[in-house]
Nanobody, 126 residues
Framework: QVQLVESGGGLVQAGGSLRLSCAVSGGTFSRYVMGWFRQAPGKEREFVAA????????DYADSVKGRFTISRDNAKNTVYLQMNDLKAEDTAVYYCAADGVEFRNTIPTPRDYIYWGQGTQVTVSS
């Protein structure tokens, strides 16, 4: 059974930084596309960033390009989201997800992710 556990969320002032981590167990992490999503109160969950298994391809939502960076350490079964220059509108619960397809070299659609973490709260005060 694949399990994803996020950490690193918290309260930060606008302009600050946070790094989220997502530890994965129970599956072949190094072979999966990993993604980050977020859901703000009253809004639908939205895509934030994703990275293919090799790290050769990444994708970002336009709203976070240039501020957020996704990375992964396959030896540690962990994916990260470095968030800089945070804004109040970044406030949300952040989720990591895995697509469960080995060696996919393209970024899948959000509905293709089959494993999800429980989420970590990020609150940005203005």
């Amino acid at each position: 059974q694949v399990q994803l556990v996020e950490s690193g969320g918290g309260l930060v002032q606008a302009g600050g930084s946070l790094r989220l981590s997502c530890a994965v167990s129970g599956g072949t992490f190094s072979r999966y596309v990993m993604g980050w999503f977020r859901q703000a109160p009253g809004k639908e969950r939205e895509f934030v960033a994703a990275m293919t298994w090799s790290g050769g391809r990444t994708d970002y939502a336009d709203s976070v390009k240039g501020r957020f960076t996704i990375s992964r350490d396959n030896a540690k079964n962990t994916v990260y989201l470095q968030m800089n220059d945070l804004k109040a509108e970044d406030t949300a619960v952040y989720y990591c997800a895995a697509d469960g397809v080995e060696f996919r070299n393209t970024i899948p659609t959000p509905r293709d992710y089959i494993y999800w973490g429980q989420g970590t709260q990020v609150t940005v005060s203005s």
